[in-house]
């Protein structure tokens, strides 16, 4: 999972039928200390994280199983929404 | 797996299916002698790991379901897998 604040909403009409009712975000991903990290992504959302909010996001095939169905063209999906982050400075 | 060193820990209250009651840790890869490598990720704790611990990560769907004996339906990637004691080289 990566970090990554929601930014944006993107609203679709025609789509793929397996994405029908599920909210699209636009999410830029950020490091460990919340400085941008890489080009802005949509993501799924099924836990109504909304724009500002700290988020952390799965990629890969994996975030297609946020859904019902779980065999979905899906390559990003929100699973959390962050109240706190402590990162401890070690390097 | 990979090699990784805890640095931090992330709280959330709204989750998706199955992060109930998760722990879910920063880590950040590092080479065998210490050095970080690399960007620092997102996992899901199994082994009671804290902040500063050297642990094992395991970067892979199945496995990561397998280990939390969690369902085809779970999105996860990465678990840790171990505290690690020592390495030798």
Do not use: W
């Not at chain 2, 990784?4 to 998706?16: H, L, P, S, Y």
């Not at chain 2, 998760?22 to 960007?39: A, D, M, Y």
């Not at chain 2, 990561?64 to 020592?86: Q, S």
């Amino acid at each position: 999972m990566k970090l990554g604040r929601v930014t944006g909403r993107v609203v679709s009409t025609k789509k793929v039928e397996s994405f029908e009712g599920i909210k699209l975000m636009l999410v830029q991903p950020l490091n460990d200390k919340l400085e941008n990290a890489g080009d802005p992504l949509v993501a799924f959302d099924t836990i109504q994280a909304g724009v500002g909010d700290l988020i952390y996001y799965e990629t890969s095939k994996e975030a297609g199983r946020v859904l019902v169905t779980t065999m979905n063209p899906c390559d990003a999906a929100i699973v959390g929404i962050v109240d706190n982050l402590s990162i401890e400075e070690t390097k | 797996m990979i090699l990784a060193k805890i640095i931090g820990n992330v709280v959330a209250t709204a989750k998706a299916t199955g992060y109930e009651s998760r722990k879910v840790l920063v880590v950040q890869p590092i080479q065998p002698s210490g050095e970080p490598k690399g960007n620092s990720f997102l996992a899901i704790d199994t082994v009671q790991a804290g902040v500063g611990d050297t642990v094992l990560v395991l970067e892979e769907g199945g496995s990561a379901r397998m280990i939390l004996e969690e369902p085809d339906t779970f999105t996860i990637k990465a678990v840790i897998a171990g505290i690690v004691d020592h390495i030798t080289m």
